[in-house]
């Protein structure tokens, strides 16, 4: 640690790449902004107590364990691959990938790979090398470092790589043949960070302030009126996350229901809310849901 840090603070790494913006946008959902400074890799960050710096995805791993910063977003592909022992806070879902294995059409034989001995391309040479002791095949291991869809068939018989969508597999003539695991990306904490009460209690409150912008995208706030004919009824269609909000109006006969409500339901509750009675229903966004 720099002597001029102030031990008290909290380092944050971000991810460099296609993660940051996403990241970036679930922090501002939380009401913490990045600001891009002047010297790019070192942003400022508006939580006080807190500093941040960007990292490549695996560097935020490497730092992370060696004690050098204190919490960062990372995908667990690379923790796999590495084999390091974090804590993980939570799975904010966002940039799911696979981990894959695929080789051209041509190699495969019943789409498998041919019995003989192959060579495997990927930025994973630790995953490479257990899914080979997996299979019981012979394999030579080829590291990249990017772009490993285009060393097939040239340069390679086979891959492990991550994949999205895999559009870029499609486009390089390459057919998946085994997932190895799914990955997102996912906040993670140093060993000797949770074992530093002060620093630790600042980590868990970022955390839930995070957590809470993740359950509020998956639901809505719903408000209606109901007429006190109907309120049990409707409540009784309502799925909230507890007992909804009742109140009354200035018209006596008619109270005011405020729930939140899961976004995939919207469409199957509405129609019943509806027919038990409700009127005038309004759904807006909830930025964040903590219960």
């Known amino acids: 640690?720099?002597?001029?840090?102030?031990?008290?603070?909290?380092?944050?790494?971000?991810?460099?790449?296609?993660?940051?913006?996403q990241v970036v946008d679930l922090l501002k959902g939380a009401g913490i902004s990045?600001?891009?400074s002047e010297r790019g890799y070192r942003p400022n960050i508006s939580?006080?107590?807190?500093?941040?710096?960007?990292?490549?995805?695996?560097?935020?791993?490497?730092?992370?364990?060696?004690g050098a910063r204190d919490i960062g977003f990372a995908?667990?592909?690379?923790i796999q691959e590495t084999g390091t022992e974090l804590h993980e806070l939570l799975d904010t879902g966002l940039n799911p990938v696979r981990l894959i294995v695929a080789a051209p059409h041509?190699?495969?034989?019943?789409?498998?790979?041919?019995?003989?001995?192959?060579?495997?391309?990927?930025?994973?040479?630790?995953?490479?090398?257990?899914?080979?002791?997996?299979?019981?095949?012979?394999?030579?291991?080829?590291?990249?470092?990017?772009?490993?869809?285009?060393?097939?068939?040239?340069?390679?018989?086979?891959?492990?790589d991550n994949t999205a969508t895999g559009s870029t597999l499609?486009?390089?003539?390459?057919?998946?043949?085994?997932?190895?695991?799914?990955?997102?990306?996912?906040?993670?904490?140093?060993?000797?960070?949770m074992d530093n009460p002060q620093i630790r209690n600042r980590i868990e409150d970022f955390a839930m302030v995070i957590q809470a912008v993740l359950e509020a995208r998956?639901?809505?706030?719903?408000?209606?009126n109901v007429a006190q004919e109907n309120l049990e009824s409707v409540i009784n269609c309502l799925p909230s996350m507890r007992t909804p909000t009742v109140s009354p109006l200035s018209n006596s006969d008619w109270v005011a229901v405020r729930a939140a409500i899961s976004r995939n339901?919207?469409?199957?509750?509405?129609?019943?809310?509806?027919?038990a009675g409700a009127c005038d229903i309004v759904t807006t966004a909830a930025e964040q849901l903590i219960s």
């Open 1 to 21: 640690m720099s002597p001029n840090l102030d031990p008290s603070i909290v380092r944050l790494a971000l991810p460099k790449g296609r993660m940051f913006d």
């Open 34 to 36: 990045i600001r891009q």
């Open 47 to 66: 939580l006080p107590f807190f500093n941040a710096k960007i990292l490549k995805p695996r560097n935020v791993i490497s730092m992370l364990a060696a």
């Open 75 to 78: 995908g667990e592909d690379w």
């Open 106 to 160: 041509q190699l495969l034989v019943d789409g498998k790979l041919p019995p003989k001995k192959i060579t495997i391309a990927s930025e994973y040479p630790e995953t490479a090398h257990r899914w080979v002791a997996s299979q019981g095949i012979e394999a030579n291991i080829l590291q990249t470092f990017g772009a490993t869809e285009v060393f097939p068939p040239e340069d390679a018989d086979c891959i492990i």
């Open 170 to 193: 499609r486009a390089n003539g390459l057919h998946i043949i085994d997932e190895i695991m799914t990955s997102s990306t996912r906040l993670y904490a140093s060993n000797a960070a």
């Open 218 to 224: 998956k639901r809505v706030m719903m408000d209606m």
């Open 265 to 275: 339901q919207l469409a199957e509750i509405i129609p019943k809310l509806k027919s």
